[in-house]
């Protein structure tokens, strides 16, 4: 599911959408930038606003006294703002932008109504929530179970599959905060994967250089969720 071959350009999940409710979402869209760092959601707080994602990477994380830890990832093929879809008016979650990008948003309240005046909308939104669970089940079976390089793998993997081109600019603090992981740790990860010639590492930047090499490197942490999304968003 490499970002060149499955991704289109804008947002996947508007486009997956039956026509009538794709056109009743647009009439309410904007073009807005995100640029990084910026909070789409804070926890417990009415949400405003929906993004659908289009080129960049926006993180749910869960936000603990001593850190926070990234549970989920929304781009291209998404759309922030699940719980929205599930019937409640905040998330017990914080979103925010960790690589920038553009998205199209609309107010919470236009897409209630959207939901509420389709009956077709609603449920196929929810594929994609099911969707998303999947993805958050295996982050929290990889950050269980996997080795750091293999859980730096598959977050490489799902940020490549939806970002235009094979660089990205990440740096190691970033990534620890993302992995729930010492930055220690997490340079010594980047150093595993450089020696084996699966990513090139520029200032601040990391280059995807092999990217079979990394899948096998992911192991079975990488696949399911995308395999998942696939098949339900046809």
Same mark, same amino acid.
């Given at each position: 599911?490499?970002?060149? +071959?499955? @991704?289109? *350009? ?10 009538? !409710? ?7 869209? +904007? ?6 760092? /910026? ?11 929906? $993004? @659908? ?9 869960? *936000? ?37 990008? !553009?998205?199209?948003? =609309?107010?919470? !309240? ?10 077709? #909308?609603?449920?196929?939104? #929810?594929? $994609?929530?099911?969707? @998303? ?13 996997? !080795? ?19 660089? =990205?600019?990440?740096?190691?603090? @970033? ?20 020696? *084996? ?14 990217? /079979? ?5 992911? +192991? ?13 968003? *046809?």
């Amino acid at each position: 599911m490499a970002a060149a +071959s499955y @991704f289109a *350009k804008g947002n996947r999940l508007l486009q997956t959408l039956p026509p009538s !409710d794709c056109e009743a979402l647009q009439r309410h869209l +904007s073009p807005v930038e995100l640029p990084l760092r /910026k909070k789409l959601e804070q926890p417990l707080q009415p949400i405003e606003h929906v $993004y @659908f994602v289009e080129n960049a990477i926006v993180s749910v994380v869960a *936000k603990y006294p001593d850190r926070d830890i990234e549970i989920g990832i929304v781009g291209c093929e998404g759309v922030t703002g699940s719980a929205i879809i599930m019937g409640a008016t905040t998330s017990s979650h914080a979103t925010y932008v960790q690589v920038a990008g !553009d998205a199209q948003r =609309m107010s919470s !309240d236009a897409f209630r109504q959207c939901m509420s005046d389709s009956q077709t #909308l609603r449920p196929w939104l #929810l594929r $994609y929530v099911h969707a @998303f669970s999947v993805q958050t089940a295996h982050t929290a079976a990889a950050n269980a179970i996997a !080795d750091l390089p293999e859980r730096l793998a598959r977050w490489l993997l799902m940020s490549h599959d939806r970002v235009p081109g094979n660089e =990205m600019a990440l740096t190691h603090e @970033f990534l620890a905060t993302m992995l729930g992981a010492r930055r220690a740790g997490v340079t010594e990860a980047l150093h595993v994967l450089v020696a *084996k010639g699966l990513i090139e590492q520029r200032r601040g930047r990391i280059v995807i250089a092999n990217r /079979k090499g990394l899948e096998a490197e992911a +192991s079975v942490y990488y696949g399911k969720p995308e395999a998942e999304y696939k098949r339900l968003m *046809k």
